[in-house]
DNA sequence: TGCAACTGGGAACGACCGTTCCAAGATAGC
DNA sequence: GCTATCTTGGAACGGTCGTTCCCAGTTGCA
């Protein structure tokens, strides 16, 4: 057997993530990555392929790794709305504090920028935006069987609202957006869904 | 007096606009806009600056020119519930068919990108996001004015729900979101805040 | 120990980036 | 017609882009 890979290139692959995530794959240069993950461009090359393949592996990663367990958390949770608004308040906190303070959504980014052109990088932006709603039907479902949700209203249509309030808090997170506004934005969209008795 | 423009600025920013729409900043090299265009280099940097000034300048053009004068209809629309319904039809409309079908809106679009390091790209998105909860707000005075509003809604929590809204059908739209899912969508959001005799 | 396989370092590629500069062309006042 | 002033065409700048290539270094097996 030759020689062993002399790096780890999850943890590489991880870095390459955060680079795109907050500067977008057009203004990152393979020199930044290179920079960035302390690898050779050789090693870079020859592990991910050329830069659209490493954003496309590094889009795949964060939805595998930021997105799909708070999704499979938020459609597993018995509590109904009260798991919709910790869902929420979880997204506004990361995205408002913290490391990635200012970075929004890795993947709502990746519908603004000219990536989505691609219909590999368009296959995971839909199949992202199909398990959000998903997720948050299941909640909904949940929160009607116990009789948390007005009677008119339809678990499908507000699942898709939801979805849909979830990028505008991505997209204007990333301007700056105050975190108490979101938190009550969000709050009033709930309060909607629930009645005056909302969690 | 010496020579004078052989061009039309104003006609030619239209041209950014649609460029830098479209695809970005970044991803859009001068050499894109010299042959969008069909000036000169020379003529370029000598009306307009360089290329943040240039991006600049199309995105104020945008949001003048595109934004504000439909901000303007819905806050002066006396009808209320209708005008806002009427809002997001034309938006879903503008996003989903005709020759901006799938550009999304350039200044969500800008809260995505790198642009928004910049405080004068800032500045604009902020104003925007303000007139458009503004505008939103405004209709929703208005409809509850003419009793379109369940009981409990707070037209200032809605107005910044409905303009989370927006921004969420900017972003799916240049995924390529389907028109009637989003218009779907939108109607449940509007029925939730008049209840059952929604227009 | 020699061979084969794969690694990493780093130079080099042509193309394009945003920007600048200069000479030629055009216009208005004298 | 001359001059002054601005515009325009287009070459050229240094730098960076994504990518490729080669060579030395390292490893495991025969």
Chains 1, 2 share one sequence.
Not at 54 to 70: C, G, I
Not at 109 to 119: E, V
Not at 138 to 144: D, F, G
Request: glycine share 8%; hydrophobic share 45%.
């Amino acid at each position: 057997m030759p020689d062993i890979k002399h790096f780890d290139p999850d943890a590489a692959l991880e870095t390459v993530v955060r680079l795109f995530w907050r500067q977008g794959v057009a203004s990152t240069g393979i020199q930044d990555v290179v920079t960035a993950t302390g690898l050779n461009r050789s090693s870079l090359y020859a592990t991910f392929g050329g830069k659209q393949e490493l954003y496309l592996a590094a889009l795949r990663r964060y939805v595998e790794q930021r997105s799909r367990p708070v999704f499979r958390r938020l459609a597993e949770d018995e509590r109904g709305l009260p798991a919709i608004a910790e869902f929420f308040a979880g997204l506004i906190d990361a995205r408002c504090s913290g490391e990635y303070a200012g970075w929004g959504c890795m993947v709502s980014n990746a519908h603004a920028g000219a990536d989505n052109s691609d219909p590999e990088v368009r296959a995971v932006l839909d199949r992202h935006h199909e398990e959000l709603r998903d997720a948050m039907h299941a909640a909904l479902v949940t929160a009607r069987a116990q009789g948390q949700l007005v009677p008119g209203c339809d678990p499908r249509a507000a699942a898709d609202v939801l979805a849909l309030l979830a990028y505008g808090v991505n997209l204007r997170s990333r301007a700056g957006a105050d975190a108490r506004d979101l938190s009550r934005t969000v709050t009033a969209a709930l309060a909607s869904l629930g009645g005056p008795a909302a969690a």
